[in-house]
T-cell receptor
């Protein structure tokens, strides 16, 4: 009865490198959400995906950030050419995809950009 | 004005006290109201979920929603040191994305 699984737990990148964050939703969940938590700030919505579809990316920065949730495998949040301001905790959540709005979160990936 | 306002605290109470945590929101279209608990370096854990005005109780936790005042509360009875965490209110409308408060840091002293 695994929950939402995220890896890696910690990721260190130098400026200009790429960061790939992975998220496997809870069993039976088909909807995935990515949130970012900056130091001293609340969680901010980034993107909402279903299998093979981006439903809402209104919270994604316009450049360097992308997300996917392929038919097979985990959801990926990709950050190209990272900058120091990208340092944050990135959380993935999943839901059943009914009218039920309950989101269950993973333990997050702490991204540090040197 | 932020869509969801939450007193950041920190809040420190003795063990056994009743804790009251609050949020206000500005958008009357919000329909779903949640409270999450987040321990340090962990993901948020869903505590309470409701979609109507009134009270909802689960063990030592009671969630209260007043849509007319756009005000939500979480009460913790008989607080325990293990309740020490950051508590986040979260609200959503029909768009499925949650809008979070900034969180209230709670410490329950033994």
């Amino acid at each position: 009865n695994a929950g939402v699984m995220q890896n890696p737990r910690h990721l260190v990148r130098r400026r200009g490198q790429e960061a790939r964050l992975r998220c496997s939703p809870m069993k039976g969940h088909s909807h995935v959400y990515w949130y970012r938590q900056l130091p001293e700030e609340g969680l901010k919505f980034m993107v909402y995906l279903q299998k093979e579809n981006i439903i809402d990316e209104s919270g994604m920065p316009k450049e360097r950030f992308s997300a996917e949730f392929p038919k097979e495998g985990p959801s990926i949040l990709r950050i190209q050419q990272v900058v120091r301001g990208d340092s944050a905790a990135y959380f993935c959540a999943s839901s059943e995809g009914t009218t039920n709005e309950k989101l269950f979160f993973g333990s997050g990936t702490q991204l540090s950009v040197l | 004005q932020k869509e969801v306002e939450q007193d950041p605290g920190p809040l420190s109470v003795p063990e056994g006290a009743i804790v009251s945590l609050n949020c206000t929101y500005s958008n009357s279209a919000f329909q779903y109201f949640m409270w999450y608990r987040q321990y340090s370096r962990k993901g948020p854990e869903l505590l309470m979920y409701t979609y109507s005005s009134g009270n909802k109780e689960d063990g030592r936790f009671t969630a209260q929603v007043d849509k007319s005042s756009k005000y939500i509360s979480l009460f913790i009875r008989d607080s325990q040191p293990s309740d020490s965490a950051t508590y986040l209110c979260a609200i959503s409308g029909s768009a499925r994305q949650l809008t979070f408060g900034s969180g209230t840091q709670l410490t329950v002293l033994p």
